[in-house]
């Protein structure tokens, strides 16, 4: 609970009366006397005058949407922009508003009739990803490229990879445009386009892909819960045992790895089965050892999966050498897309059916090869969730591999930082020893410190000295399970969106407010106040009396208002973008 800095006359006479042993305080039953009115803010829905009547609030959470399909665009000169591919007539749905993680460099935005923002969300785009390569590219060999330059390689080898997926609310109150931005080096923000929200739902469709989605964990209504779809390629119509029995094992471990095991109740896992023509992925032989069975080309599969290294220095009869070739992507993004929004997903994880080994999760999907018998891969899967759902960056450094950091341009993720003036961002986890750096032989003593080496960059720190974004076999350590949390509330709230809040008369001058929990019920803390000053109550439901109300005036509506957080013991700070706030008036007549 926030300290309160003040309480009702009643309850300070009784705090007196126990500390100083002063003489029973007396109170006039007149002071007291008196009705309680209470009603939704604004409305004439009040509370009859006999016990037992209720009063609800109502549930005003708009939050439809549909996946639009954008095509990304560069032009010489620098010009970006961005194209309607397909609007997706298929249900998924978004947060009322959120400003998101400031690791994506892209912002959409919906609009009113006047211009003004009403609704706001970071998301993935094509420059993200274009960044993303040129990294990755920069470091294969001794060419350097401009992000321009990359675009112009993606459009003439893989055209289908400058599309990506949006999320456009459809039932704001209000809503009238969609504007995408793209924040700039320098802080500025370029708008890549802007769209008529009514004219992008005439031009919806139907998904043409044909799949059978399963729940594999299923825990309430879609839009109000963390929807995850996992998709599989490369399996064909004879693997569909195999495949399912890949989604099973990845499943288990989603809900059994904390954080996740704890908020399990906020999550549906839905498995989407599309066979392919052909098993495995293209590109798939190691340079330095080829797995039985594997392709140095492309295959055909439903979404296109290749190991993207071996495939551009092919094309460009380059020699590989030693660098890393574990990056696999899907190349029919929109296929992929399509079979996510018939599962109303929120997050996609598809499992590519190759015995060589890879993890990516840098092109709006977590990507995992099933590369061994289970025992491995869904490990692996979790740490590429940890990438999309918690836009966590590898803590590991890989001989082969860049430094991923290219700030300003992107913003490192929450668990990577620089140390400056001897401080890091998590910092709130440290106790008053903790070294900054934090030597390796001090992990036992400091669970979070500041730890060199992460993201590929030596002068880099991260926030353990064990956590699963370092080896996918361990736990996610605290700085990267909070995120984890931050980012799941982002889909979800506190309070069940499927029931409203009770008011409930229990006489004149009592009232009752039963906010309807979730079923870890443990797992939230509910702060009231009154005309914004801290009521000395704790749980629910909160019981108001005539005498509650005796230090405020009277005959005129009060402010009662509610914040509903989580208390899970995983947050160090709160977020007022993780909580359930709802009011209500209350009045004591004369």
């Not at 330059?149 to 003439?156: D, R, T």
């Not at 990267?480 to 499927?498: A, G, I």
Request: aromatic residues 8%; charged residues 20%.
């Amino acid at each position: 609970m926030r300290p309160h800095h003040s309480t009702p006359l009643v309850a300070i006479c009784f705090l007196l009366t126990a500390l100083l042993l002063l003489p029973a305080c007396e109170t006039e039953e007149a002071e007291i006397a008196g009705a309680l009115q209470l009603r939704i803010p604004d409305s004439d829905d009040l509370l009859g005058g006999a016990a037992g009547d209720v009063v609800r609030l109502p549930i005003t959470s708009p939050r439809e949407a549909r996946i639009v399909i954008l095509d990304g665009i560069w032009t010489q000169g620098g010009a970006r922009s961005v194209e309607v591919a397909q609007v997706l007539d298929s249900e998924v749905f978004v947060k009322e508003t959120t400003d998101g993680d400031p690791h994506w460099i892209t912002r959409a935005t919906v609009r009113n009739a006047a211009g003004e923002v009403i609704w706001a969300q970071r998301v993935n785009s094509l420059f993200q990803l274009l960044e993303f390569l040129q990294v990755v590219l920069d470091g294969q060999g001794d060419v350097s490229f401009t992000s321009e330059q990359v675009y112009q390689l993606v459009v003439s080898q893989y055209p289908e990879l400058i599309q990506f997926a949006v999320r456009v609310p459809i039932a704001l109150p209000g809503g009238q445009t969609y504007h995408l931005e793209l924040r700039e080096p320098d802080g500025t923000w370029i708008e890549l386009g802007s769209f008529s929200i009514d004219s992008l739902l005439a031009q919806a469709q139907p998904p043409t892909i044909e799949a059978e989605v399963t729940d594999l964990a299923r825990t309430g209504p879609d839009d109000d819960r963390l929807t995850i779809a996992i998709l599989g390629d490369g399996y064909t119509a004879s693997e569909r045992l195999r495949f399912e029995a890949d989604a099973q094992a990845v499943m288990e471990h989603i809900i059994t790895t904390s954080p996740l095991r704890e908020h399990s109740d906020l999550m549906n896992i839905k498995a989407v089965w599309t066979p392919s023509e052909e098993s495995g992925a293209g590109y798939d032989c190691n340079h330095s050892g080829a797995p039985a069975g594997c392709e140095q080309g492309f295959r055909d599969t439903v979404y296109e999966t290749v190991f993207v290294i071996p495939a551009i220095m092919d094309q460009f009869n380059m020699p590989l050498g030693d660098v890393s070739d574990r990056v696999a992507m899907p190349l029919q993004l929109s296929r992929m897309f399509e079979a996510g929004a018939l599962a109303n997903y929120d997050e996609i994880l598809l499992i590519s059916n190759s015995a060589k080994r890879s993890g990516f999760a840098g092109l709006y999907v977590a990507l995992v090869t099933s590369f061994d018998a289970r025992i491995h891969f869904p490990h692996v899967a979790v740490h590429e969730l940890g990438h999309t759902l918690g836009l966590l960056g590898d803590e590991y450094n890989v001989p082969g591999d860049s430094c991923y950091y290219n700030e300003p341009t992107i913003p490192l993720p929450a668990n990577i930082a620089q140390i400056e003036d001897g401080d890091v961002k998590w910092s709130d986890w440290f106790d008053d020893s903790t070294p900054v750096p934090t030597p390796p032989q001090n992990a036992s003593d400091h669970p979070v410190g500041a730890y060199l080496g992460a993201y590929n960059c030596d002068d880099l720190v991260r926030p353990a000295h064990r956590c699963k974004m370092n080896s996918s076999l361990d736990d996610f350590c605290a700085v990267c399970s909070e995120q984890l949390v931050r980012r799941l509330y982002s889909f979800v709230d506190p309070l069940p969106l499927d029931e409203n809040v009770v008011a409930l008369r229990v006489a004149s001058d009592i009232a009752e407010i039963h906010p309807t929990m979730r079923s870890r019920f443990e797992r939230y803390e509910i702060h009231w106040t009154l005309n914004g000053e801290p009521l000395p109550v704790t749980g629910q439901p909160l019981r108001l009396e005539a005498a509650d109300l005796v230090d405020f005036p009277r005959d005129q509506w009060l402010t009662l208002e509610a914040v509903v957080r989580n208390a899970s013991g995983f947050l160090r700070t709160s977020d007022a973008e993780m909580e359930s706030v709802f009011h209500f008036e209350i009045m004591l007549e004369e």
